[in-house]
């Protein structure tokens, strides 16, 4: 099965600095790259996702890319804000099932 | 109801008690999950279903059943609990695998003692 891995586990930045998550993936049939954010106590939500025809995808301060060749996916986030701060997910999907990597604590400090 | 409804939130559960966690969606999803939620690990597939009807075994399906009788309704079962199923239970739907966005239920804190 898809094995999806992720790093760091976990990540301090300064407000305004940029943070970069990174997440590598074994199952070459994975085509839907899905990043989800999850604040304290709460459920997990998509912030963006990207499918294996793209290669970079941008919403504001978010961005993510994929290479396929490499089997590896990165989340950016530019500008960071107290409001970052969050446990971040990367998942891979086969078609069949979601697979999610172990998580990023996101700590943004003002 | 609207989404996707978890229940109960929290419960505090003997050993060897049987207890079933509820989850309802209204968004007409075909495929629902179950995955556990523990620190360090990060989100383990326990079983799912596809579309009603059918179920399938996750990553972690040891010591849980599940059932789908309807579109609507995917009860996550343990027959028998043990302290290691001590977590935090998600329920989440998407319109299929192959269709995007996975949403989840506010989840279920179990403890089990």
């Known amino acids: 099965g898809e094995n999806v891995e992720q790093h760091p586990s976990t990540l301090s930045v300064q407000e305004g600095d940029s943070a970069v998550i990174k997440c590598t993936y074994s199952?070459?049939?994975?085509?839907?790259f899905p990043w989800y954010k999850q604040e304290l106590g709460k459920r997990p939500q998509l912030i963006i996702d990207i499918r294996s025809n793209v290669g970079e995808k941008k919403d504001q301060r978010i961005a993510v890319t994929l290479n396929k060749t490499a089997k590896h996916f990165s989340l950016h986030i530019t500008e960071t804000q107290p409001e970052d701060s969050a446990v971040y997910f990367c998942?891979?999907?086969?078609?069949?099932?979601?697979?999610f990597g172990t998580g990023t604590s996101l700590t943004v400090i003002p | 109801i609207a989404g996707i409804t978890q229940a109960p939130t929290s419960q505090i559960l003997a050993a060897g008690r049987r207890m079933t966690l509820r989850c309802t969606q209204d968004m007409r999803h075909n495929a629902m999950y179950w995955y556990r939620q523990d620190l360090g690990l990060g989100l383990r597939l326990i079983h799912y279903?596809?579309?009603?009807?059918?179920?399938g075994k996750g990553e972690v399906p040891d010591g849980y059943s599940v059932s789908r009788a309807n579109t609507d309704d995917f009860p996550l079962t343990l027959a028998s609990a043990v302290p290691s199923q001590t977590s935090v239970y998600f329920c989440a739907s998407s319109f299929g695998p192959r269709a995007g966005e996975l949403f989840f239920g506010e989840g279920s804190r179990l403890t089990v003692l």
């Open positions: 199952d070459s049939a994975s085509n839907y």
């Open positions: 998942a891979a999907s086969n078609g069949n099932q979601f697979y």
């Open positions: 279903s596809n579309t009603a009807g059918t179920t």
